[in-house]
């Protein structure tokens, strides 16, 4: 039906798994790549087979189309951890809801004025301290709609919760269902971009407090509000700690999900290259879809077998990915769909 095939020695190759499964210490696996090249059928049996092993395991889709539930043949919406039926140890599924999250922070901003319960929204994913800084500086109408990323935000608040919450502490394996490459690329950057961001509203914000200071004295007022800094650099110190989650060779690896045609592998070396960029650690590459041998070909099927053959070589030869141990999935006569088709598939791609 199809075979792992790498750059690496035959005796490497067997270990591949082995690698991935081995220690108990929490490692995260995130698989991205194109749109439509079965990120979430690689992430899912990946999943299930980590859970086979031994590990309780958590997958999560931070896809805003999300198909989990379409890949386990069960409903995980709501936004909620939910026990996968099947596997031999916990599997547990959560897809992130950014559509509900952005009603309820459209729904706390019309409230009462919006600044209360927006911040109380935002504080649940670490981020109320922004909706202070928007207050303080009477601008107040830019909660009106949720903000440019939020989806990311959200993303990355569950990361934050993932390293703090006791709620997760059981999980030794959590698989990242990742967006496509865009979305994807926008969250690994996320944590440089507001640590930067809250660098500069530190400072905007110094000033600010030293002009209303001078103006409160004149008046004989006190400022007795919480310092905002603080609860800012709090923000800035958890951002740190997921930029070095993503960085961390020694708990996080980026597998690359692609299939065997030109422009699907021409994008991934795009993505390899952007996640070198970001420091974020690329060790495999899964090519899905590869048409199995067969001893009677159609024409239609020895001229796509043609094509594909040459997207692999172009992946052997491309500077970005040749580095990458190469994972071969094969296009097989199932839907992959339910805890047994995914066990079937990552016999297959995960050996």
């Not at 035959?10 to 079965?38: C, I, N, Q």
């Not at 990120?39 to 049996?45: E, L, R, V």
């Not at 930029?243 to 690896?253: G, K, Q, V, W």
Request: some cysteine.
């Amino acid at each position: 039906m199809g075979s792992v095939k790498s750059v690496a020695s035959p005796a490497e190759t067997v270990s591949e798994f082995d690698e991935m499964v081995s220690g108990t210490k929490r490692k995260y696996y995130m698989l991205g790549g194109k749109g439509g090249v079965g990120k979430t059928s690689c992430a899912a049996s990946l999943a299930v087979r980590f859970a086979n092993n031994g590990h309780p395991t958590l997958v999560v889709s931070t896809d805003p189309a999300h198909s989990l539930s379409d890949s386990f043949a069960q409903d995980l919406t709501g936004g909620m951890l939910v026990p996968v039926e099947g596997p031999d140890s916990p599997l547990f599924a959560l897809e992130i809801n950014p559509e509900k999250a952005r009603e309820e922070f459209r729904s706390a901003s019309q409230m009462n004025g919006g600044t209360t319960e927006v911040k109380d929204f935002m504080d649940g994913m670490g981020l109320g301290m922004l909706v202070e800084q928007l207050g303080e500086l009477k601008l107040g109408e830019l909660l009106d709609t949720p903000p440019p990323g939020l989806d990311e935000a959200i993303a990355i608040s569950k990361v934050i919760q993932f390293l703090e919450s006791p709620e997760y502490n059981m999980f030794t394996r959590i698989v990242f269902d990742t967006a496509p490459t865009g979305h994807t690329l926008r969250l690994l950057s996320l944590p440089d971009f507001l640590d930067a961001s809250i660098g500069k509203i530190l400072k905007l914000r110094q000033k600010i407090t030293s002009a209303t200071s001078a103006i409160k004295s004149v008046f004989g007022k006190e400022d007795n509000q919480p310092d905002a800094a603080e609860k800012l650099e709090r923000l800035r110190e958890r951002m740190v700690k997921v930029r070095e989650l993503f960085r961390d060779t020694e708990s996080t690896e980026f597998v690359i999900v692609t299939i065997p045609t030109v422009m699907a592998v021409s994008e991934s070396s795009r993505l390899s290259a952007s996640l070198k960029k970001e420091s974020v650690p690329v060790k495999r590459l899964v090519v899905n879809q590869i048409l199995p041998p067969s001893s009677s070909d159609c024409k239609f099927c020895s001229i796509k077998r043609k094509d594909q053959m040459r997207a692999l070589d172009m992946i052997r030869e491309d500077s970005e990915l040749s580095g990458l141990t190469l994972m071969e999935a094969p296009l097989v006569d199932m839907e992959i769909r339910g805890v047994p088709a995914l066990r079937f598939l990552g016999d297959i791609i995960w050996k």
